[in-house]
């Protein structure tokens, strides 16, 4: 049986263990389901946030870009709802991921995972 969190503490930890055991995550932002790999988390402007590359489900956009550089999506982590891991997903990634500067947008980051 799978889990469902959504208070951002319970959420943070579920985000923390995918992405250190690289397993994919759906979550639930601004009404629309996705399925996300966290790769990184940690703070801007003071608010906690996760770096995640989009596999799978809605966007607020329609498809997901076919262009794999495309996929990457910032979530600040106290918006998220429906949290759970998914277990039978596929990790995904893009060539244009750097721990070191998860695109800018994240002011601290507290955990990444290594290329």
């Known amino acids: 049986m799978t889990t469902i969190v959504s208070t951002p503490s319970l959420v943070w930890a579920v985000l923390e263990d995918a992405l250190g055991q690289r397993r994919p995550v759906w979550l639930s932002y601004h009404g629309h389901r996705r399925l996300i790999c966290p790769h990184a988390l940690g703070w801007k402007n003071g608010r906690p946030m996760v770096l995640g590359y989009q596999t799978g489900g ?58």
């Open 58 to 115: 809605q966007t607020s956009t329609g498809a997901l870009p076919s262009h794999p550089r495309q996929r990457w999506r910032l979530f600040f982590v106290d918006e998220l709802d429906q949290v759970a891991a998914a277990p039978a997903a596929d990790w995904g990634t893009a060539d244009n991921y750097n721990p070191a500067r998860p695109f800018n947008s994240i002011d601290h980051v507290a955990v990444a995972i290594s290329p």
